[in-house]
């Protein structure tokens, strides 16, 4: 509808009232035409104007859209990239346990971890004295003289077999270390002094028949000193009478063991 103002309102009015069409009515029929084209006009300007916004709108949506997908994507990859560096974190993480606590050599626990485990079952036999334990340092005899004529490779691979052969023979919850150079100390929970000796005769048996590591190489031996830890005792006590055990193992010949 086109608006009128009230004096073409009145005219139109007169014109449609009148029984015959009154001098002039082409004057008001032509305004009130161009009335309605110019309102056209003004009508089909504001809906262009209206497409043009809602075009622009639909562009911006999808700019928006296309920002807010490209931001899924990199905050996906971040997520991703975090997830692996925590798994790298966690394995580093194990490496580095694993490492400060094992021989690299013999894959067994080294002398740190080992004195932590000596200490614990000491606290534990203190509060419970019948929470006895033994402890037995095994040390292979004449190494020296197997690095000095068959290299430190073949030293190397003796201390292998030799761990390996003492590892096979635990119980589960026993444990046996690496001490230093060619020596293993070995913990046995729960083991009492009368089976300490039949214990240490198994562990000498298993390393004198375990399969050689090459004809040239004669096979390892080892001496062993034990003893068994008094409650209340430091644990340097116990290990230093198991050393004297192990020396008196030596003088006595070698591939034999002693306790105290």
């Given at each position: 509808?086109?608006?009128?103002?009230?004096?073409?309102?009145?005219?139109?009015?007169?014109?449609?009232?009148?029984?015959?069409?009154?001098?002039?009515?082409?004057?008001?029929?032509?305004?009130?035409s161009q009335r309605c084209s110019d309102q056209q006009r003004l009508l089909d300007r504001l809906t262009h104007i209206a497409d043009r916004f809602q075009a622009v709108e639909r562009d911006r949506t999808r700019d928006y859209l296309a920002k807010y997908e490209r931001k899924v994507r990199q905050l996906e990859k971040i997520v991703r990239i975090s997830?692996?560096?925590?798994?790298?974190?966690?394995?580093?993480?194990?490496?580095?346990e694993h490492a400060s606590?094992?021989?690299?050599?013999?894959?067994?626990?080294n002398r740190r971890y080992m004195t932590i485990r000596l200490e614990e079952a000491a606290a534990h036999a203190a509060r419970k004295p019948e929470a006895g334990f033994t402890v037995m340092i095994a040390d292979i005899d004449d190494f020296k003289a197997v690095n000095d004529n068959f290299?430190?490779?073949?030293?190397?691979?003796?201390l292998q077999a030799v761990a390996r052969a003492l590892e096979l023979s635990l119980r589960e919850y026993d444990m046996c270390a690496r001490w230093g150079g060619e020596e293993f100390l070995l913990l046995f929970p729960a083991c009492e002094s009368a089976n300490a000796p039949l214990v240490a005769e198994r562990l000498r048996l298993a390393v004198a028949t375990a399969p050689r590591i090459s004809e040239e190489i004669p096979a390892p031996t080892i001496s062993i000193g034990y003893t068994q830890h008094r409650p209340g005792e430091n644990i340097d006590k116990t290990l230093l009478r198991a050393d004297e055990a192990l020396y008196k193992a030596k003088d006595a010949g070698r591939n034999c063991s002693v306790g105290m």
């Open positions: 509808m086109c608006p009128l103002d009230d004096s073409l309102e009145k005219r139109i009015e007169a014109l449609l009232s009148a029984d015959t069409p009154p001098d002039g009515w082409q004057d008001v029929v032509r305004e009130l997830d692996q560096y925590q798994t790298m974190l966690h394995q580093l993480k194990e490496r580095l606590n094992y021989d690299s050599l013999t894959n067994l626990p290299g430190h490779a073949a030293g190397d691979r003796v």
